[in-house]
């Protein structure tokens, strides 16, 4: 249904329809800016993605068990606050510590680009930057589960 | 501009035979793992899944259905509170529909259960239609025989809302609530009929509007026609709540366990069990067959041509293609 074009890249015990991606497009800490994060929904839904968001204010915790529940391959976070690093690096320590990191974690809104280092450091798997368009956002997303594999 | 990426290295794949223990332990990962599965149709799962729905059948089942916007979500939130009490572990599958043109969906449920499911430590679970009309995924049926298995109940299913004949929920559900918002007032019967027959609570959600009450009369009012079709001895009461305040809701509650207890007293329950073990298993076999064909079958190409062309019709080139003829059929 989706996603044919990733379909042989993907690993797994045997060649099958490759699954829909599911991406839980999540807000962390207390940062109300939840257009980017709407925005973000539309375009993965529209690229075939089913998505699941978050709401607003969640806490580390809170995302890492929604997207253990839903399942998700990603967890697409938009952050605008200026908290990046402290919160990523919680949301990180609690996937590892619930061995749920083979969920990809993709950053996205205000990030300023002396803190990359610092995000991939602590596990975060890609920084999407805010002028990115539609479709790098959505090939980026797609690259990183193909990359992954079949769980 | 530029993304910055790490390199990622392939994630192993645990077999799902080796998830089933997990699942029955109740591992939330393990059952989150086997619902993808399930709806990703991976044939390494179909065995684990069998094994599975062999576990089940002890969850009260209950389906939430309305139109759109009725406020079921919302509902599920306060239920959620209401019955997770003692040992309850309360789960919910929530159905959206995947677009049509991109296979895509914005699951937006979740977001109105997060904060009680969060508190009563609930497993709640999106899913997008995928195509499957009547108002369910195909593999919600097996979502479901995941969460009992794991000792989940009651399940709620939130289904996606729905118009006039979605009315697959009947038969996934041992309890169907239909939730009808205020001011559908006289249209109701038009609108809903086939909905509305398949409830066996009627619940009128928003009580804090003023036309509550009237939309409560006017189903009162259908009901009270009667229907030719008496499936049960249970008379579907018709209840108001509103979700954000909590009125109306451990009535709800309390509807629901009657009919639970009635579903056992009168023996319905076996009726009921009986006829969604049989919907599932025609639908499975429907969904085989169109697998079968559906693969780009050379004969399927070749009948396909025929058809078109008129040198063939479509009973004939069914039945050729399924293997039948029609001496067997007469
Ligand atoms: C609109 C806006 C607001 C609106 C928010 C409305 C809303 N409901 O969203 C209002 C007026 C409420 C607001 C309030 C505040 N704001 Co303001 N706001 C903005 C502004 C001007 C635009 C943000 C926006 O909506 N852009 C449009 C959307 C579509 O773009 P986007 O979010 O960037 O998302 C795109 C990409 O980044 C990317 N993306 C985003 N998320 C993700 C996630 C993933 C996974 C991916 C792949 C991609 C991706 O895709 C999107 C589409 O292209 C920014 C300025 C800026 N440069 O961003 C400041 C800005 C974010 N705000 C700022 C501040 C300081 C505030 C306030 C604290 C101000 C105050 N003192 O009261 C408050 C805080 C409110 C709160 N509770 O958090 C600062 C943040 C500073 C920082 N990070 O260090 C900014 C950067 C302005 C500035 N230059 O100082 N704000
Ligand atoms: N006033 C009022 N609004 C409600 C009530 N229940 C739900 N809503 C609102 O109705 C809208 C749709 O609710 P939702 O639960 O998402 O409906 P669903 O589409 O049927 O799941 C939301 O804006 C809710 O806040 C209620 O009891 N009273
Ligand atoms: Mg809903």
């Known amino acids: ?151 | 501009m530029f993304v910055r990426k790490k390199s990622i290295n392939p994630a192993s794949y645990r077999a799902s035979s080796d998830l089933v223990p997990l699942v029955l332990a109740g591992s939330r990962a393990a059952i989150a793992r086997m619902i993808s599965r399930a709806e990703g149709e991976y044939d390494e799962a179909a065995g684990a899944l069998a094994q599975l729905y062999r576990h089940a059948g002890r969850a009260h089942v209950v389906g939430i259905t309305g139109v759109p916007g009725g406020g079921k979500s919302t509902l599920i939130s306060a239920l959620i509170r209401a019955c997770s009490t003692g040992d309850n572990k309360v789960a919910i599958v929530a159905v959206d529909p995947s677009s049509p043109y991109s296979g895509g969906a914005i699951l937006g449920d979740r977001i109105r259960m997060s904060d009680s499911a969060e508190a009563s430590q609930a497993f709640v679970r999106s899913m997008a239609t995928r195509g499957h009309l009547g108002g369910l995924a195909r593999a919600t049926f097996q979502a479901v025989d995941i969460l009992d298995a794991a000792g989940y109940s009651p399940i709620f299913i939130e289904t996606v809302g729905v118009g006039q004949d979605e009315v697959e929920i009947m038969t996934a559900a041992h309890t169907v609530v239909v939730l009808s918002p205020p001011g559908l007032g006289d249209d109701i019967q038009a609108i809903k009929a086939g909905v509305m027959e398949i409830a066996d609570i009627h619940a009128v959600s928003k009580s804090d509007r003023p036309e509550a009450a009237a939309t409560a009369t006017a189903i009162r009012g259908m009901l009270a026609l009667g229907s030719e079709t008496q499936r049960s001895s249970w008379a579907p009461p018709v209840l108001t709540l509103s979700a954000p305040s909590g009125a109306g809701i451990d009535a709800l509650k309390q509807a629901i366990d009657s009919h639970l207890l009635h579903l056992m007293e009168s023996g319905e329950m076996v009726t009921r069990r009986r006829a969604i073990a049989r919907t599932r298993i025609l639908a499975t076999i429907n969904h085989l067959i169109r697998r079968r064909f559906d693969d780009g079958a050379e004969t399927m190409a070749t009948q396909l041509a025929a058809v078109t062309e008129r040198t063939s019709d479509p009973s004939t080139a069914a039945e050729w293609l399924l293997g039948l003829n029609r001496a067997d059929l007469a």
């Open chain 1, 1 to 151: 249904m989706t996603l044919g074009r990733d379909e042989d890249k993907m690993a797994g015990p045997e060649p099958q329809p490759t699954p829909s991606i599911r991406v839980l497009v999540a807000k962390l800490g207390l940062d109300g800016h939840d257009r980017g994060a709407k925005v973000v929904a539309r375009i993965l839904r529209d690229a075939g993605m089913e998505v699941i968001y978050s709401g607003l204010y969640k806490t580390p915790a809170q995302v890492v068990d929604a997207a253990i529940q839903e399942d998700v391959d990603v967890i697409g976070v938009s952050l605008l606050s200026g908290s990046h690093v402290p919160l990523f690096g919680a949301l990180c320590k609690s996937l590892r510590d619930q061995q749920a990191d083979h969920v990809l974690v993709v950053a996205g809104g205000v990030i300023p680009e002396h803190d990359y280092d610092a995000l991939i450091e602590s596990g975060v798997d890609a920084i999407i930057p805010q002028e990115a368009g539609s479709e790098l956002i959505i090939t980026a997303i797609r690259d990183l589960v193909a990359a992954r594999g079949r769980i």
